[in-house]
T-cell receptor, first 112, second 113 residues
């Protein structure tokens, strides 16, 4: 079964708006959570990591984690056309391994 | 180098041939990971190394796939008897230590014809 679920999109938002990207995961023992951005034809680029419940802010990005609901989200404030990319949610499912399980990604389109 | 380096960037091979893909991690990073990504999908875990040893190889699809990291730095992913279904982008990542952020290389696009 799929362990990390994301809506494939596209999610279209106007420039300057807040983009909200969501991810759910199935393994309740998951420890670490990451958001990667991937431009077309490029490799994934790490933008946020979050390890404990609550919010973590870094510039225009805020990651939110709710382990009870098995839900992690990424908010992008003041969205720019350069934010248009696929956003991959990745979860480390078990402390005994460092592998990451990725979702299929959500494609974000920011239009001027 | 400053980032994870993968060579070659592109590889075209004939069905049934053997290929080797190389990954040079960020200097000082002890953990190294191999993933592969097909079009429209997220990266799929293959194997990861902590130092020289394979700590988790549960993602290798079958015994045609093998990876080594003999000196705890550079790693080679080896694929025997390639099949058309092996065509994908093979991504390598490294992290400073266990359970920390992983950084990806630019990938090797493998095409089996």
């Amino acid at each position: 079964q799929k362990e990390v679920e994301q809506n494939s999109g596209p999610l279209s938002v106007p420039e300057g708006a807040i983009a909200s990207l969501n991810c759910t995961y199935s393994d309740r023992g998951s420890q670490s959570f990451f958001w990667y951005r991937q431009y077309s034809g490029k490799s994934p680029e790490l933008i946020m990591s979050i390890y404990s419940n609550g919010d973590k802010e870094d510039g225009r990005f805020t990651a939110q984690l709710n382990k009870a609901s098995q839900y992690v989200s990424l908010l992008i404030r003041d969205s720019q056309p350069s934010d248009s990319a696929t956003y991959l949610c990745a979860v480390n499912p078990d402390y005994n391994t460092d592998k990451l399980i990725f979702g299929t990604g959500t494609r974000l389109q920011v239009f001027p | 180098g400053a980032g994870v380096s993968q060579t070659p960037s592109n590889k075209v091979t004939e069905k049934g041939k053997y290929v080797e893909l190389r990954c040079d991690p960020i200097s000082g990073h002890t953990a190294l990971y191999w993933y592969r990504q097909s079009l429209g999908q997220g990266p799929e875990f293959l194997i990861y190394f902590q130092g020289t040893g394979a700590a988790d190889d549960s993602g290798l699809p079958n015994d045609r796939f093998f990876a080594v990291r003999p000196e705890g730095s550079v790693s080679t992913l080896k694929i025997q008897r390639t099949e058309r279904g092996d065509s994908a982008v093979y991504l390598c990542a490294s992290s400073l230590q266990r359970n920390t952020e992983a950084f990806f290389g630019q990938g090797t696009r493998l095409t089996v014809v």
